[in-house]
């Protein structure tokens, strides 16, 4: 979103007010344009014979977000079977779904295993138990390199505490099972976390799954996972993706000499490929002076975008219906029975009652965590494209509420 002459706008010149006007709010509004964007930008940086990159449907997995990422080349990154149904529901081949589950059960995989999509096994006794009943099925193995990278601890999954991969340190047990049951190991993965600012900590965790590959003769691809940062707020820094792929390619095609094979390099960006394509717009009820501060309280909470209260993200917060007024300072809380703010001593724009606000980079992991906690309605969701907006889902009502709902005489 770019403040121009005229306020905020969009893509196309979208004016997010009207979308406010028109769909009312909370809601949140998703520009494929930005996506685009940041898949093409993506893929240029790599220099290599094969790059797929997989979307994280984790991130946000709106069935018309994962027809246009089908339509941009991309695979997918899917964590349960239903994520894996989203996929091939929206045209994905099963082939260019790899299914990455944690602590999942093996009927879960069998499910996975009869759609044809790729699996990638994180944990040993899942590798002897889908190893002795599908022999024949190539697959991936995720290694824990023992690495602590990510924007805080609770998306930080490579370290040696985390549940997440095999340890690399367990290779010579996982070389034993492989050998045993004549397996054909495809890939290997690794995914260090989330929000990694620092491009040497990417480079740190290859050179150990190259390592590790080395041991699997007969690789079609090395699976490097994501955790590309993005900017939450003006000047923040991202994960400088150009200098990455330039860095990392070199190193990439060296590997690729030295193993005598050309292997599919892949990633599996959420954040970095939607985040910042999306704004959770939102509407002020009140606006209350306190001894302490001065609340704006808006008509979401913690339901609808829980990051800022879970991790203490930044996301930054304008007032669209005032653009050019006066800053001043706010916070920015919710309507939940429960302290959820947004943003704390914010400088913006003065709010009025009824004014829209935006915050920023909700398109990763802010509706894919929305919850009906306090029996509130999970709101819809609008897709830019082309120039146009389209409702791509619509607000709950009490019959989704209520839709599981068993009554019993009482
Ligand atoms: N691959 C694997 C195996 C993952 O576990 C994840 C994210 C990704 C790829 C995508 O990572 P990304 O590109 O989005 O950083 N809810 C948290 C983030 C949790 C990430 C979980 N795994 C947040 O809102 O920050």
Do not use: W
């Not at 121009?4 to 509004?29: C, E, F, M, Q």
């Not at 370290?159 to 340190?169: D, E, L, Q, R």
């Amino acid at each position: 979103m770019q403040l121009t002459d005229s306020g905020y706008r969009l893509s196309n010149d979208i004016d997010p007010v009207a979308l406010g006007d028109k769909y009312g709010a909370p809601i949140y509004i998703y520009d494929s344009q930005i996506i685009k964007n940041q898949y093409q930008r993506m893929k240029q940086a790599f220099d290599v014979p094969k790059l797929k990159i997989n979307f994280a449907v984790k991130s946000l997995s709106n069935i018309n977000i994962l027809k246009l990422f089908n339509k941009l080349g991309s695979g997918l990154d899917c964590v349960s079977i239903q994520e894996v149904e989203l996929g091939l529901k929206a045209g994905f081949a099963p082939k260019s779904i790899i299914f990455t589950p944690s602590s999942v059960s093996f009927q879960e995989m069998q499910l996975a295993q009869k759609k044809g999509v790729r699996i990638n096994i994180d944990n040993i006794p899942m590798l002897e138990q889908f190893g002795a009943e599908y022999p024949d099925m190539p697959i991936s193995l995720r290694f824990n390199p023992h690495i602590f990278a990510g924007g805080n601890r609770k998306i930080s999954v490579g370290h040696i505490n985390s549940k997440f991969g095999i340890s690399v340190h367990q290779l010579p047990h996982v070389l034993r099972i492989v050998q045993q049951l004549h397996l054909q190991i495809e890939g290997v993965h690794i995914h260090t976390g989330s929000d990694i600012l620092d491009t040497d900590v990417f480079l740190a965790a290859t050179e150990i799954l190259f390592n590790t590959a080395l041991s699997f003769p007969d690789l079609d691809y090395i699976d490097f996972g994501s955790g590309f940062k993005v900017a939450y707020k003006e000047g923040d820094n991202e994960t400088d993706i150009e200098l990455l792929g330039q860095k990392f390619s070199k190193r990439f095609n060296l590997f690729c000499k030295e193993y005598g094979k050309t292997l599919t390099l892949m990633f599996e960006p959420g954040k970095f490929m939607v985040s910042q394509a999306g704004i959770f717009l939102v509407q002020t009820n009140i606006v209350k002076q306190t001894p302490a501060a001065v609340f704006a309280g808006v008509n979401s909470g913690l339901n609808h975008l829980i990051r800022p209260m879970f991790y203490d993200a930044y996301h930054h917060i304008v007032n669209l219906s005032n653009p050019f007024g006066k800053k001043r300072i706010y916070s920015v809380v919710g309507y939940i029975c429960e302290t959820d703010t947004f943003g704390l001593d914010r400088q913006i724009a003065e709010i009025k009652e009824g004014d829209y606000l935006a915050i920023l980079n909700a398109g990763a992991y802010g509706f894919m965590m929305a919850s009906n906690y306090n029996s509130r309605l999970r709101p819809a969701e609008v897709l830019i494209h082309e120039g146009k907006d389209y409702l791509i889902r619509k607000q709950e009502t009490m019959d989704d509420l209520l839709r599981n709902q068993i009554e019993i005489a009482l």
